[in-house]
């Protein structure tokens, strides 16, 4: 027993002197927080005789930007907001961006080649007052107001006829084209402008910063961009070459031989889908569509002569394009045409439901 006690007190004694040499104020792992306390101040830093001292500096300077409207950031901590991306095409290299309310568009192409689309753009629609290739600017002669598509429709058109109104005032566009030179393409960039004054003209336009008016100019943007996609050929009806002088874009008339028909003065896709939710809304039911014919299948129907007998035959819509716009008529098939009245009754319908 003694030895045993002997044996215990040993190891409670080595114990302790290890718990000492681990964790004491030598140990090991002693408590280092008050180290602080024992710092000594050291005399500064010196440069060696001929060595220099350069000044901290910014690694990625930004380079100053002058001219072109451009953002110009002060520092590295200014940094531009992203541009939003309002439409794009990428296999036209087209590119409408925004920013703070400022609209443009990018447009990879040859230069030359832009200069004559946007020449022939405003010339198709509007006169040209002014085209200097040295400055990339074109400016149209004085327009009557223009008439966005939400701003009324067929009686509207007809009051601001008969009463003259929008005709104290008149407005142009400026098209401004800026290029940037890259490695391997051209980028272009293209401003549009607009300005609306009281008559009398000035002998001088006042052109504002900002366009007066951004929801047509948005309008004038898009129109452009199908302008160029479309290689430079014209797309259906354009905000801009509007006369308010002439029939409203539905237009219901006969053709040669005095056959109700009804003209839409937009291209074919636009034409398309309005008539099918003018359909919807209208009692005219539609059995079957095929795009591709520009046909709908009506579920009314007519007593057409075959063979000396009378048999109901569906009668189909069909928009067709010609130089004047989309006709509209109603037809039993390629070669037969429904009766006049009842082809009178549903294009009616269909033409009191468009918008």
């Not at 080595?14 to 180290?35: H, N, P, T, V, W």
């Not at 001929?50 to 950031?73: A, C, H, L, W």
């Not at 006829?161 to 490695?183: L, N």
């Not at 928009?319 to 009178?344: H, K, Y």
Request: aromatic share 8%; proline share 6%.
């Amino acid at each position: 027993m003694t030895i045993l006690r002997a044996a215990s007190l040993l190891a409670v004694l080595i114990a302790l002197s290890g718990c000492s040499y681990l964790f004491g104020d030598k140990g090991q792992f002693r408590e280092r927080a008050m180290d602080y306390q024992q710092a000594e101040s050291l005399p500064p830093l010196t440069i060696p005789e001929g060595m220099d001292s350069k000044p901290i500096s910014q690694r990625y300077p930004i380079p100053e930007v002058r001219g072109n409207n451009f953002y110009e950031p002060q520092d590295s901590e200014s940094v531009p907001r992203p541009q939003s991306l309002l439409n794009v095409n990428e296999a036209a290299g087209l590119e409408l961006r925004q920013d703070s309310g400022r609209l443009w568009l990018v447009v990879e192409r040859p230069a030359q080649d832009l200069w004559q689309q946007l020449n022939e753009f405003a010339a198709s629609n509007a006169s040209i007052d002014k085209a200097d290739r040295s400055t990339g600017v074109i400016e149209t002669g004085w327009l009557a107001p223009r008439q966005l598509p939400s701003e009324g429709g067929f009686w509207k058109s007809v009051w601001r006829f008969i009463t003259f109104s929008g005709g104290e005032r008149r407005e142009r566009f400026r098209f401004t084209m800026q290029t940037e030179p890259r490695a391997d393409f051209e980028s272009n960039v293209v401003h549009i402008n607009h300005v609306r004054v009281k008559t009398p003209l000035p002998e001088t336009t006042d052109w504002p910063e900002e366009p007066e008016n951004i929801e047509l100019v948005t309008t004038v943007y898009d129109e452009l961009m199908l302008f160029l996609e479309q290689g430079g050929r014209k797309a259906g009806a354009s905000v801009l070459s509007q006369d308010l002088r002439v029939l409203p874009k539905y237009t219901m008339t006969r053709d040669g031989n005095g056959y109700p028909i009804l003209v839409i003065n937009q291209d074919f896709n636009r034409a398309w889908l309005a008539v099918g939710q003018a359909l919807q809304r209208s009692r005219v039911g539609v059995s079957d569509l095929d795009r591709t014919l520009g046909i709908y299948y009506l579920a009314e129907t007519t007593q057409v002569e075959v063979d000396d007998e009378l048999e109901e035959k569906e009668l189909q819509l069909r928009l067709i394009s010609s130089e004047s716009g989309i006709q509209v008529s109603v037809q039993v098939d390629d070669d037969t045409l429904a009766p006049e009245e009842q082809s009178a009754r549903i294009l009616n319908q269909i033409r009191e439901k468009l918008q």
